[in-house]
């Protein structure tokens, strides 16, 4: 049986596995610049944040209705369900379908669709994190939020995503304001690529309770410390950071250190469809690659549920 665990950081869009791509471009009469699933396959070797994110974008040309949101929540969920996941908070992208046309509505209507059912079809309670593309302007993001305005009920918080360096969190005070005023949960993506002054400003500037990626903190050990006094959750994502070259392999990965120096981690699989695993497969490389003990494994376990953003009696319930 995999250990009960939540996964806080989990991009909707990362989940369409190349089957799936090609029933909806099928579905939706969209062709695809890839012959077949092998082909698409293939692509898949990245060479930094950039280059996955060029296919990222790419593929979503297949996402146009609402059922293709609900389908692709729900292979996600029933994937995520058989790995232990028993509480998913999920990030989406909408600006990167209302830029084709697609709107917040249909997003927003067709994953709910997938989620409200979730803890009675997969076990698995969810949340929903409307994700601003960082390479956009704050302009973008601020008309976005207000686009999200009608579907607030069934979003509980905001992020940022997308090419990290040279956007720095400050761009997006004004968004994170609003967001805050209107009772919003914030995180966002930091230290990715990013240097680590991106960490203290999503922290100071944006007022983010947790940090996505955070791995870059331990090149400064004064951010560390705070990090540790602050019990600021890092949602780390081990396959993730080895196909996209932040770490050269994954025995070279941090998380051992950073668990030795007090930070609060979780293991997450971001786009587990590029990346080549879903939650579950990430703690088994952990666990398989760097030695973790069974104390640490129940410990990432421990934090994935309360970096969470449930509810206590939830909390307990989802254990
Ligand atoms: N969007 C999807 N995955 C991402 C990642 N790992 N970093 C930044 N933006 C993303
Ligand atoms: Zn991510």
């Not at 593929?59 to 292979?75: G, H, I, K, P, S």
């Not at 922290?203 to 331990?218: A, K, Q």
């Not at 602050?230 to 070279?252: F, K």
Request: net charge negative; proline share 5%.
């Amino acid at each position: 049986m995999p250990v009960p665990k939540a996964e806080l950081h989990l991009h909707i869009e990362g989940t369409l596995e190349p089957e799936l791509a090609f029933a909806l471009a099928a579905r939706n009469g969209v062709t695809l610049p890839y012959a077949d699933t092998e082909e698409l396959r293939e692509a898949y070797r990245f060479e930094d944040l950039q280059s996955f994110l060029n296919l990222y974008y790419e593929l979503m040309a297949v996402l146009r209705t609402e059922r293709d949101f609900e389908d692709l929540a729900n292979a996600y969920l029933a994937r995520a369900a058989a790995q232990g996941v028993r509480h998913a908070e999920i990030f989406f992208d909408p600006q990167a379908h209302l830029a084709r046309g697609v709107g917040m509505g249909t997003v927003v209507e067709g994953l709910w669709r997938a989620l409200a059912a979730s803890e009675t079809t997969h076990g698995v309670s969810t949340r929903l994190i409307l994700c601003f593309l960082r390479d956009e302007s704050a302009e973008s993001a601020l008309e976005t939020l207000d686009a999200a305005k009608p579907y607030l009920d069934r979003i509980t918080g905001i992020g940022l995503d997308s090419a990290e360096v040279g956007h720095p969190p400050v761009k997006f005070r004004a968004v994170y304001e609003a967001a805050a005023a209107l009772g919003l949960r914030r995180v966002a993506h930091a230290g990715e690529e990013g240097p680590p002054e991106y960490i203290t400003e999503a922290l100071d500037v944006l007022g983010v309770e947790r940090v996505d990626h955070g791995l870059r903190c331990m090149e400064d050990p004064a951010l560390v410390e705070r990090l540790v006094r602050e019990r600021i959750p890092l949602t780390l994502c081990p396959l993730s950071n080895v196909r996209l070259r932040t770490v050269d392999t994954l025995a070279d990965h941090p998380l051992p250190a950073m668990l030795d120096a007090g930070l609060v981690c979780t293991v997450n699989s971001d786009d587990p469809a590029y990346f080549g695993g879903y939650a579950g497969d990430n703690f088994d490389a952990v666990r398989q690659t760097l030695g973790l003990t069974e104390e640490r494994l129940r410990e990432l376990a421990r934090n994935s549920f309360t970096a969470s953003f449930l509810e206590d009696d939830e909390e307990r319930r989802a254990r």
